[in-house]
């Protein structure tokens, strides 16, 4: 801390010997104010910049002190002196340096009305992190619409719409039946599971939590590519009715013993257990290695010499977070779930807790099964609190949520936070009206994919 601070007093105390008039448009603030914010910093009134050997710039400064200094001499609100106001003013200052550059007159005053009221917001240490984040998405086609959901993540926050509606915290008839399933998968009697009509509303709950999973079509191809759109059509017709399958939907679905036993079973296994566990805290990291284990996954996070892609577009490409950076990532993800396991109401903790899930699909830190253990660690989170959570679908059907939550990566996830919000208060109104309704859609996008062969698909 001393060091900085010094080396950021001796650069300070040349610049004023040697002030031109050309410093001060620079700097934008006068001699006088530059002496005035040395005298501040050896008065320890910036010390809070200085911990942990935190870089500062003197440009950023010394216009930071400036806005202070002018705003309260006019007695107008400003925000307070804090490190995470200082780093959110930094990102403004880079982003509208750009902008003068590549943005219109209107859009260049759609962004200094940001700024504006930017400068009168407090950032907590998460808003802050969140914008950093965020900002690496941006592009010279981000609009100053998006850049102001961006600089404003807690104007995305969405709970407070369903604070006063009911959620569902009483999940102990369907861990009862998740115990009971899973002797059955065991058993590989999978096909028992989906021949009769569900009886209750937390049988169809927990068909219709398996099914998603599952990516239906991928199966099918594997198994049947020749007959691909007619098995594919037969499975579909069947999954419009309800959560129970023909024969010929079970044969089509589970017959296969290698795709079976390899594939399905442990995919459904992990989803049921993630239903399971004790309403206490989670170790993150500890618990998304065990949720690894049980989808039949390395457990393993990626080494120095491997990568993940994730093709969100033709010519857009996410790649795994890097190496050096995954350990700051998980305790970062710890330190906001035991925040929000602590501090916030049942939506509220909801909302978070799918934001963590966002992070860790595009994250992709683990070598292979990042989608459905990021999935499973929702449940899971969800489960610690005593909440039933609600389907998440990460398959490519009509209900899919990836998309949503790449497209709404920059604004907090917000599309997505949106969806599941609406779907876990729907699972709460429906389980008090006694039923669940939650049917499989698989959409003509989902049999369009390119790992689909058009040639099979057209036989």
């Known amino acids: 801390m001393q060091e900085e601070k010094q080396i950021l007093i001796t650069q300070l105390k040349h610049e004023i010997k040697n002030w031109t008039k050309e410093k001060k448009e620079f700097y934008n603030c006068t001699k006088k104010e530059m002496k005035y914010l040395l005298y501040e910093i050896k008065k320890h009134k910036y010390d809070f910049l200085f911990q942990h050997n935190h870089k500062v710039e003197l440009e950023v400064l010394a216009s930071w002190h400036h806005l202070h200094k002018v705003r309260e001499e006019d007695y107008k609100p400003v925000h307070k002196k804090t490190l995470e106001n200082y780093e959110v003013y930094k990102y403004i200052r880079k982003v509208l340096e750009q902008a003068v550059e590549t943005k219109s007159d209107k859009d260049l005053k759609d962004l200094i009305i940001t700024y504006q009221k930017l400068t009168i917001t407090n950032y907590s240490k998460e808003d802050q992190k969140t914008i950093k984040n965020n900002l690496k998405h941006i592009t010279s086609s981000t609009t100053p619409k998006e850049l102001n959901d961006i600089f404003f993540p807690q104007d995305n926050k969405l709970y407070f719409k369903y604070e006063t509606l009911p959620i569902i915290t009483d999940i102990f008839q369907v861990q009862d039946l998740v115990k009971n399933i899973k002797q059955h998968l065991q058993q590989n009697d999978i096909k028992t599971l989906f021949a009769s009509k569900a009886t209750t509303k937390e049988e169809l709950y927990i068909r219709r939590m398996m099914l998603s999973q599952i990516d239906i079509p991928h199966i099918i191809f594997e198994n049947y ?31 296969k013993t290698i795709t079976r036993e390899d594939t399905t079973l442990p995919l459904i296994d992990g989803i049921l257990t993630s239903l399971e566990g004790q309403q206490k805290p989670l170790n993150l990291k500890e618990t998304l290695l065990e949720i690894q284990k049980q989808n039949n996954c390395p457990a393993k996070l990626l080494t120095k010499e491997e990568t993940n892609k994730l093709h969100i577009s033709e010519k857009e490409i996410i790649t795994s977070l890097p190496t050096d950076k995954i350990d700051k990532f998980l305790n970062h993800l710890q330190i906001k779930y035991d925040n929000l396991y602590q501090n916030t109401t049942n939506y509220e903790f909801v909302e978070g807790c799918v934001e963590i899930l966002g992070d860790l699909l595009l994250s992709q830190i683990f070598i292979v099964g990042n989608k459905r253990t990021a999935k499973c660690l929702f ?81």
């Open 225 to 255: 590519y020749i007959f691909f759109e007619t098995a594919l059509n037969i499975v579909r017709n069947d999954l419009k009715q309800g959560l129970t399958l023909s024969k010929e939907s079970q044969e089509l679905l589970w017959s």
């Open 379 to 459: 449940n899971k989170m969800l489960i610690s609190k005593g909440i039933l959570p609600p389907v998440v679908d990460l398959n490519e059907n009509e209900q899919a949520l990836l998309k949503d939550f790449i497209d709404s990566r920059t604004t907090h996830y917000h599309k997505a936070k949106e969806k599941i919000l609406k779907k876990t208060y729907h699972t709460a109104l429906q389980f008090r009206e006694g039923y669940y309704y939650d049917p499989v859609i698989i959409s003509d996008k989902a049999v369009s994919r390119p790992d689909f062969s058009n040639k099979y698909y057209r036989r």
